[in-house]
């Protein structure tokens, strides 16, 4: 999954700049209607609202020596009530339940229609981050 630009430059601030930069004690995931991209502003227009949606807690696996992490458990959204989200194709993980900054935005490897009253499940392990160098 790609970094924000909201990610990107506070890495490199604390790294390269000395800056303090406090570290998210908590992650939420996000579903998405169209791609949200790096930008936190266009992130939230196509981020799913209403009818039962919410942005779920998320934790994850020590990253590994390929620099890759996963959720460590299931990740439920909804029931979608009482109207459908319609497709999914992208999710995103923020530093806040609501608003925020978005950390890491990604494509789903095949869309999801969620209808009313569907709920959409990540499943344990389905979602990962990795580096690559």
């Known amino acids: 999954m790609p970094m924000s630009f909201y990610l990107q430059n506070r890495v490199l601030q604390a790294t390269l700049q ?12 996000g579903l998405h209607t169209a791609d949200p991209t790096a930008s936190t502003t266009t ?18 696996t020590e990253p590994d020596g390929s620099y890759l992490t996963f959720n460590t458990s299931d990740i439920t959204f ?3 009530n009482p ?15 609501s608003s925020g900054n978005l950390l890491y935005y990604g494509a ?8 009313a009253l569907d ?11 990795q580096f690559t160098i």
């Open 108 to 115: 789903l490897s095949s869309t999801v229609t969620v209808n």
């Open 43 to 60: 992130a939230l227009t196509t981020e799913v609202t209403g009818n039962g949606y919410g942005r779920q807690s998320a934790t994850f």
């Open 18 to 29: 000395g800056d303090t930069f406090t570290w998210p004690t908590s992650v939420f995931v």
């Open 78 to 80: 909804g029931p979608a």
């Open 83 to 97: 109207n459908a989200w319609g497709a999914i194709n992208f999710i995103s993980i923020w530093d806040a339940v």
């Open 119 to 129: 709920s959409f499940l990540l499943a344990s392990g389905g979602l990962s981050i």
